[in-house]
């Protein structure tokens, strides 16, 4: 007969409870599982791609950057039709008013502002030496329409791009004043959507603003500062007329003789014209230019009229026009 302790029953409660013990230890000791990166909403068309790849961001919503492309004559042509008849200046074309936030009007001015705000604190971090009329005129270099659209140039936005029929046709593409406007539109899209997905937002600007605007122009800007301490950064209108009164030549002025295309492709011509100092004298006109506004039209014909005034001095005569 033996002396030993009795060995327990194994009854199949028992060894169920055994089975779940055992693998509830086992899921316990695995470590957890990384939790997957969020999925975009949608992939982005092919240009759209290329777009981020040049921005150097990739949109958690790629919509945003799709309206900051759309220009208003595709949203309009998209309910109302392609116009009958597609000229610079048709009636049909003067009125494609979309409603806010179907094209990228209401991003432009958003960028506008964005981008004035951090080309403003880059110049200010790096010219403290710069009065404020020497700082606003750096700004307003790399703000320009011509800085903006070359900019809008070297990001690929003359392919990105949706415009309507109308557009296509009158060499959008090609048109400064759209491309910088469009470039506006996408700074405008990388801060909300940076935002939108806490980030800093500003930075995120600042570092595209930095690429293309401001390390392209820092050396000249140095190198202006340091030689004139800031005379090279006056602007042509800020030239001509010191050129006027130091020569007493006559009273200077801007004169709008010509508007044309339809609103958002709107042309302005502008005439210098030099005005005697003598009751009855004459009107002269120094030079006649073209811009996507008035200021940039007055800005190229003080342009040119100083480049007539040098040619005039240097002994050949006649009023510049472009």
Same mark, same amino acid.
């Given at each position: 007969m033996s002396? @030993?302790?009795?060995k327990p029953?194994?009854t ?6 055994k089975?779940v013990?055992a ?5 316990a ?7 997957k990166?969020?999925?975009r909403a949608?992939k982005?068309?092919?240009d759209?791609?290329e777009?981020?790849r ?5 949109f ?5 950057l ?5 220009h208003?004559?595709?949203t309009?042509e998209?309910?109302h039709?392609?116009?009958a008849?597609i000229?610079p200046?048709?009636p049909?074309q ?8 179907t ?7 958003l ?6 705000l951090?080309?403003?604190?880059a110049?200010?971090r790096e010219?403290?030496?710069c009065?404020? @009329?020497?700082?606003?005129r ?8 011509k800085?903006m659209?070359?900019?809008g140039?070297a990001l ?6 949706r415009?309507g029929?109308s557009?296509?046709?009158?060499g959008?593409?090609s048109k400064?004043?759209l ?5 506006e539109?996408?700074l ?7 935002r939108?997905?806490g ?6 600007i600042g ?6 605007l401001v390390?392209?122009?820092?050396p ?5 500062v340091?030689a004139?301490?800031?005379r090279?950064l006056?602007?042509?209108?800020t030239l001509?007329?010191e050129r006027?009164q130091?020569?007493?030549?006559g009273r200077?002025?801007y004169v ?6 339809p609103p958002?492709?709107k042309r302005?011509?502008?005439?210098a ?6 009751e ?7 030079a006649?230019?073209?811009g996507?506004s008035?200021?940039?039209a007055?800005q190229?014909?003080?342009?040119l009229a100083l480049?007539a005034?040098t040619?005039r001095?240097?002994?050949s005569?006649?009023?510049v026009?472009e």
């Amino acid at each position: 007969m033996s002396t @030993g302790a009795a060995k327990p029953v194994r009854t199949a409660k028992t060894v169920a409870r055994k089975r779940v013990a055992a693998k509830a230890h086992d899921v316990a000791s695995k470590p957890a599982a990384k939790p997957k990166a969020k999925a975009r909403a949608r992939k982005p068309a092919a240009d759209l791609l290329e777009l981020e790849r040049r921005l150097q961001y990739e949109f958690s919503d790629p919509a945003l950057l799709e309206l900051a492309v759309t220009h208003r004559s595709h949203t309009y042509e998209a309910r109302h039709g392609v116009p009958a008849v597609i000229l610079p200046a048709h009636p049909e074309q003067r009125d494609q008013r979309n409603a806010p936030g179907t094209d990228n009007e209401q991003m432009e001015f958003l960028g506008d502002a964005v981008i004035g705000l951090v080309i403003t604190d880059a110049l200010f971090r790096e010219f403290p030496q710069c009065s404020e @009329g020497d700082l606003t005129r750096l700004r307003s270099n790399l703000v320009s329409r011509k800085r903006m659209a070359e900019m809008g140039q070297a990001l690929g936005l003359d392919v990105a791009l949706r415009l309507g029929k109308s557009a296509e046709q009158n060499g959008g593409r090609s048109k400064p004043a759209l491309l910088a406007n469009a470039a506006e539109a996408v700074l405008a899209a990388v801060y909300l959507d940076a935002r939108a997905s806490g980030k800093d937002a500003l930075a995120a600007i600042g570092a595209l603003a930095e690429t293309y605007l401001v390390q392209p122009e820092l050396p000249t800007m140095r190198a202006a500062v340091l030689a004139e301490a800031g005379r090279a950064l006056r602007d042509h209108k800020t030239l001509l007329q010191e050129r006027v009164q130091a020569t007493n030549a006559g009273r200077l002025r801007y004169v709008d003789v010509a508007e044309s295309g339809p609103p958002h492709m709107k042309r302005f011509t502008v005439e210098a014209q030099l005005e005697s100092q003598h009751e009855g004298g004459e009107v002269q006109v120094l030079a006649q230019a073209e811009g996507g506004s008035k200021k940039e039209a007055q800005q190229r014909a003080a342009e040119l009229a100083l480049i007539a005034w040098t040619q005039r001095e240097a002994g050949s005569t006649g009023e510049v026009t472009e």
